[in-house]
T-cell receptor, first 108, second 113 residues
Framework: KNEVEQSPQNLTAQEGEFITINCSYS?????LHWLQQHPGGGIVSLFM???GKKKHGRLIATINIQEKHSSLHITASHPRDSAVYIC??????????FGQGTRLTINP | DGGITQSPKYLFRKEGQNVTLSCEQNLNHDAMYWYRQDPGQGLRLIYYSQIVNDFQKGDIAEGYSVSREKKESFPLTVTSAQKNPTAFYLC????????????FGPGTRLTVT
């Protein structure tokens, strides 16, 4: 079993829909990250969370440390949101552990 | 503009050949990382370097080698000993002590036939 599990693995939705991507982890962590990988392969960081909730534009990330679970929400989804979304956790010093990613496709 | 460059974007090699992937950063970061990405799997750490002339093995170092002679550069060699070299390779860097805030390059897709 992977230490970081994401669901769903693939998600297709219509433009405007509310999107939720989930991340569960089984190890103790100090922080959790949400990353976005563009179709060309480049990765950018969206959020780093250690507790609570963060919002940036139409993106919202939440984390529940007790339940070892985080969610990434996208409101009013748009085709340009189509990408792979990756959850990663800090595990100890100098190490990130990555989930397998969720491929999101937003159709116009 | 500061950032990380990886070249080339696509690389093709014959089985049995060594191949070196380039990674350069101008962010003045001390730490650099190499990851491998396979379909349906999370990024896996191959090697990382926290400072010039020093590097450590990650989770899947077998069949790979690195060098860190300059702060800006961290090339990865995929040797013929790597059993399944075809993959997407990502390089990243971070400030010293801030491994949690890594900046990623655009990646190199290596195909070995």
């Amino acid at each position: 079993k992977n230490e970081v599990e994401q669901s769903p693995q693939n998600l297709t939705a219509q433009e405007g829909e509310f999107i939720t991507i989930n991340c569960s982890y089984s190890v103790g962590i100090s922080a959790l990250h949400w990353l976005q990988q563009h179709p060309g392969g480049g990765i950018v960081s969206l959020f780093m969370l250690s507790s609570g909730k963060k919002k940036h534009g139409r993106l919202i990330a939440t984390i529940n440390i007790q339940e070892k679970h985080s969610s990434l929400h996208i409101t009013a989804s748009h085709p340009r949101d189509s990408a792979v979304y990756i959850c990663a956790v800090n595990q100890g010093a100098q190490k990130l552990v990555f989930g397998q990613g969720t491929r999101l496709t937003i159709n116009p | 503009d500061g950032g990380i460059t990886q070249s080339p974007k696509y690389l093709f090699r014959k089985e049995g050949q060594n191949v070196t992937l380039s990674c350069e950063q101008n962010l003045n970061h001390d730490a650099m990382y190499w990851y491998r990405q396979d379909p349906g799997q999370g990024l896996r750490l191959i090697y990382y370097s926290q400072i010039v002339n020093d590097f450590q093995k990650g989770d899947i170092a077998e069949g790979y080698s690195v060098s860190r002679e300059k702060k800006e550069s961290f090339p990865l060699t995929v040797t013929s000993a790597q059993k399944n070299p075809t993959a997407f390779y990502l390089c990243a860097s971070s400030a010293r002590g801030q491994f949690y805030e890594q900046y990623f390059g655009p990646g190199t897709r290596l195909t070995v036939t």
